[in-house]
């Protein structure tokens, strides 16, 4: 008799139904490490911080110090915020009693939500022009929020999904991995094939959306926000 599936394992509903959009869970982290590439190089281009790889900016602290300059305000609130909205996100898929998909379509809208508000902020305030202005900082603290969310909401409802912001353990995996492939002896990691593959379709997201977040700073300015948000409205669209 074939063994009965987890009610509550990815991707399936709670209910047992069907699996939904079947694609949706491979998808899901390759568009979320796009998301998270662009957010952060937009963020450091134009607000002057890491809104995804939130603890880079304790170096940048540091290094300020070091040399005897204030450090950023936004640097020094971006991780409490970070641990605070983790925490906020928490509350929220507690209080909404949901599980696996459901509560995956619900934080991926409050993700998405927050990355319009950073895009509206940056089109009425031009947070670039004061990067250290209140617009600034409070722009700079939703991003923070919104890769927050991104970070819980893997964690919360798609457990066996691997960290879309942090590439360097994916990096690691992915080298380690390669090597297991092309050794003709014994490897040393199950599945290498499988991981390397995983691993690419996390790497090359994040590259291609630090690269295209790069340029849009350039092209579209304020607008730049707009690319992520829309991303993140896909990411929730397929869902």
């Not at 998270?36 to 939130?54: E, P, Q, R, Y």
């Not at 409070?138 to 912001?165: G, K």
């Amino acid at each position: 008799m074939p063994q009965a599936r987890s009610p509550h394992r990815w991707p399936y509903s709670s209910s047992g139904e069907v699996p939904v959009a079947a694609q949706f869970p491979r998808l899901l982290p390759a568009l979320l490490s796009g998301v998270a590439g662009m957010v952060d190089v937009i963020g450091f281009l134009s607000l002057g911080l890491f809104t995804a790889h939130i603890t880079g900016n304790l170096v940048v602290i540091a290094a300020l110090l070091a040399r005897g300059g204030p450090p950023n305000i936004a640097q020094v609130l971006a991780v409490p915020v970070f641990m605070a909205a983790v925490a906020a996100v928490w509350l929220i898929a507690k209080a909404s009693n949901r599980r696996g998909p459901a509560l995956a379509k619900l934080l991926l809208a409050v993700h998405f939500l927050l990355l319009i508000c950073v895009l509206i902020l940056s089109v009425v305030y031009h947070p670039a022009v004061d990067p250290h202005g209140l617009a600034g900082t409070i722009a700079a603290m939703i991003a923070v929020s919104a890769m927050a969310c991104q970070f819980a909401l893997l964690r919360l409802a798609v457990p066996d999904a691997p960290s879309t912001a942090v590439m360097t353990g994916n990096l690691t995996s992915g080298v380690l991995s390669l090597l297991d492939t092309l050794s003709r002896s014994q490897p040393l990691i199950d599945g290498a094939r499988g991981r390397l593959r995983k691993t690419v379709e996390l790497v090359v997201p994040f590259c291609s959306g630090c690269l295209v977040g790069a340029a849009a700073v350039s092209w579209l300015g304020t607008w730049a926000w707009s690319l992520p948000a829309g991303l993140a409205g896909v990411a929730l669209a397929l869902r």
